[in-house]
């Protein structure tokens, strides 16, 4: 190959070192382009890719705080009813009833108090669903919907224990449940 370039006129061996050393440029160029496009590219992928997570983060949020505001409400409410002991169990059972109603996104909603933690009146309302007593006596209004329409159902003595190692009532802090 030296032979042949040796054999070249000086223009031709002039025009072929010039276009040698462009065309090393010229990939070099290329080379350093693809890099900071790739770079870049990267950059642009994250901020869209953060930007996006930002959405769904308060698409999410969106979607929890107003079940976890109308618990926290309804606690609060409930807690001054007890505290001042003016306890109503059929006007808080309504209250349950009628924002499970109000927003048809709840598949269910319902309250489990120690026994006689609400008024002290658990014995007069065993099973009286008129005052949302169960089969102890109880204050458990739980509601749920089915096929659209709103029903009612205590939650029995035997269903309590079952919630109750679930959810480790005594931390008295919130617990969100998936649907049974």
């Avoid at 010039?18 to 870049?40: D, N």
């Avoid at 007890?82 to 319902?110: C, F, P």
Wanted: hydrophobic content about 40%; aromatic content about 10%; glycine content about 4%.
């Amino acid at each position: 190959m030296s032979k042949l370039f040796r054999n070249l006129k000086l223009r031709t061996k002039l025009i072929a070192s010039v276009l040698s050393v462009s065309l090393v440029v010229l990939i070099t160029i290329c080379v350093f382009t693809h890099i900071w496009y790739q770079a870049e590219l990267k950059k642009e992928c994250e901020e869209r890719l953060r930007i996006t997570a930002r959405n769904y983060a308060a698409d999410v949020s969106k979607l929890f705080e107003d079940p976890v505001s109308t618990v926290n409400t309804l606690s609060n409410m409930f807690g001054q009813m007890v505290a001042g002991q003016t306890a109503d169990r059929k006007l808080a059972g309504n209250i349950v009833k009628e924002e499970i109603r109000r927003e048809s996104r709840y598949e269910s909603l319902w309250m489990l108090w120690e026994p006689n933690a609400f008024d002290g009146k658990d014995i007069e309302f065993v099973s009286d669903a008129e005052h949302y007593g169960n089969d102890a006596g109880r204050f458990t209004p739980n509601f749920y919907r089915l096929k659209g329409q709103i029903r009612y159902q205590p939650i029995t003595e035997s269903s309590v224990n079952d919630i109750v190692g679930q959810n480790r009532m005594n931390t008295h802090k919130l617990v969100v449940n998936d649907p049974v």
